[in-house]
C-alpha cells in the first residue's frame, strides 16, 4: 500500500465506524438461529460469507477507514501502511482501543518475523479467521499476545499442541517449548516436553537438537520415561550436545552424572572410557558413577542391594526399545478377536543376570466388559437379561509372567505400553501406558479409543501398532553399614 502523506477528514472517520458498525450488526443478525416458533414456513437466510468477502474488501481498499496503522521494522526502510477501521480493531484488542483513543496515525516497530504476518494479523481482526504455517506460529503468537487478542492467542496455542507431530525441515519443537518457556504458556510447555520425551529417538538424531537449552536438556535427563534404543544412545546424543555447545565446565559436569551408567553394558562402559573424549576431559567429575556402575554389573543384585541404594533414578531403566527390554506387537483389524502372544526380556539391567530371561504372556480383548457393564438378570422379567451393546465394551491388555523364580526376589516390573500413531505422515508416541507388577493391566488401557473405525487416530492401516516395554527395578532387601 502507499505511504500515506495526511489524515482522512472527521466526517469521512465517523462515516466510515457507522459504516463497520452495520456491517458488525448485519453479521449478528445473520448468525442468530431463527426463532421458529411453530411456524413451518420459517427460515433463515444466511450471506455471512458474503459478508466475510465485503469486510476483507473493506480492508483491502481501505474504503471509510477512520485510521492508519503505519509499521516499521529495523529489517526494511519502508513503512507498511495499513487503512483501518477503528471500531473493528477496538472490538478485537483492548490495545488498539487505547492507541486508537486520541489519534488515527499510529506508527508501530516490530521485529522483521512479526512485521512480516502485520496483514495477516489485520485480516483475522477483521475476518476472524487465518491460515498459518509451522514457521509462523511463534511470531503469530506473539502478535496476538502484544496486542491482547486473547481468542487468536489461545487459537495458535492450540495450533502449536496439535502440530507437535508435524514434520519440518530444521524441527519446532524445541524452538515452540523454549518460547512456551518464555511466555509462561505451561500447558504448552508440558505438551512439548511430553512429546520430547516419547519421541526423543527422532529429536536426537534431528537438527534441533544442537538448540536444546540447558535447562530442556537437564529436564530431559532426569525423566525415566524417555522413550529410545538405549542408554548408549543417550549419552552419544549427549556427548555430541556437550562438543557442540562447550558449555561451562559445572554444566557439564551435571549434564554427565545424569547419564544412568548402569544401564550400559561393561563393554560399552570400557570402551567409552577408552574413546570418548568428552568422557576423558571430566572423568574426574564422574569416576565413582563409572566405578559404581562396574560394581553393579559384577555383583549379585541382592548382594549388590545390600550396600548401596538401589531405589534411585540411577538404577531405574527408562523406555528403552532394545529388545531385551521388550517387543513389538501389530495387531491387525484390532476391534474384531482376541488376540495373544508372548516374548521374552533379560531379568534385569545387571550383567548378572544378562542370562537369565522372563516369559511374558499378553492378552489384547477388543471389547472387555466392567463388571458394571456385564449381562445381569433383571427383576422385572423372569430370565430376562439385560441388554448390552457392544460399543459399551473397552479394548484391555492383560501382561503376566509365565513363571515365577526365586530369582525374582529383589526385583519387580514395571510394565509401559507405548501406542504408535501416525501424525502427517510420520509414526510417532502419542500415548503411553505404565503400570506396576502388582497389576496385571493398566487401568485405563485406550479407554477413549474407538477402534471400530478405520480412520481412528489409534490406528495405522487398520492396525494397532504397540510396544510393550518391561522395566526391571531392584530393591534394597537389607542395609548394611559400608
Known sequence: MARLTGTRPLAARRWGCAAAFLLLLLTVQAAQKADFSGDSTAATINHSLTLLQRLQELLQNGNGSD????????????????????????????????????QSVVTLHEPP???????????????????????????????????????????????????????SSQGHVVGWYHYAVRVGDAALQESCLQFLAWNLSAVLGSTEWGSV????????????????????????????????????????????????????????????????????????????????????????????????????????????????????????????????????????????????????????????????LRPVYSDSVAGAIQPVRIEDGRPRLVITPAMSSPDFAGVSFQKTVLVGVRQQGRVLVKHAYSFHQSSDEAADFLAHADLQKRTSEYLIDNSLHLHIIIKPVYHSLIKVKK
Not at 260 to 266: E, F, G, T, V
Open 213 to 372: 537449552s540447558v535447562e530442556l536438556l537437564l529436564l530431559l535427563l532426569e525423566r525415566s520415561d524417555l522413550v529410545l534404543h538405549s542408554e548408549l544412545e543417550l549419552y552419544t546424543a549427549v556427548e555430541g550436545w556437550l562438543s557442540h555447545r562447550q558449555p561451562e565446565v559445572p554444566v557439564a559436569e551435571r549434564v554427565l552424572r545424569a547419564i544412568r551408567y548402569p544401564m550400559i553394558a561393561p563393554s560399552q562402559l570400557f570402551r567409552l572410557q577408552a574413546q570418548s573424549a568428552v568422557l576423558a576431559r571430566h572423568r574426574g567429575a564422574v569416576q565413582d558413577l563409572l566405578f559404581q556402575a562396574f560394581q553393579f554389573h559384577a555383583a549379585s543384585p541382592l548382594h549388590f542391594a545390600k550396600y548401596f541404594d538401589v531405589n534411585c533414578s540411577m538404577f531405574l531403566p527408562r523406555n528403552y526399545l532394545a529388545p531385551s527390554w521388550g517387543s513389538q506387537w501389530v495387531i491387525t483389524n484390532p476391534a474384531r478377536d482376541d488376540r495373544s502372544t508372548s516374548f521374552q526380556t533379560q531379568l534385569g539391567p545387571s550383567s548378572h543376570d544378562a542370562g537369565k530371561r522372563v516369559t511374558w504372556n499378553v492378552l489384547f480383548s477388543p471389547r472387555w466388559l466392567p463388571v458394571s
Open 67 to 102: 485510521s492508519v496503522l503505519r509499521v516499521r521494522s529495523a529489517a526494511s526502510d519502508e513503512a507498511k501502511v495499513f487503512h483501518t477501521h477503528q471500531l473493528l480493531l477496538s472490538l478485537q484488542s483492548e490495545v488498539f482501543e487505547s492507541l486508537l483513543r486520541n
Open 113 to 167: 518475523e512479526t512485521a512480516a504476518l502485520f496483514e495477516k494479523f489485520i485480516r483475522y481482526l477483521y475476518c476472524g479467521g487465518v491460515s498459518i504455517l509451522l514457521h509462523q506460529a511463534i511470531p503469530m503468537h506473539q502478535l496476538a499476545s502484544k496486542y491482547r487478542v486473547w481468542g487468536l492467542q489461545r487459537g495458535v496455542a492450540e495450533y502449536m499442541r496439535t502440530h507437535l507431530a508435524s514434520e
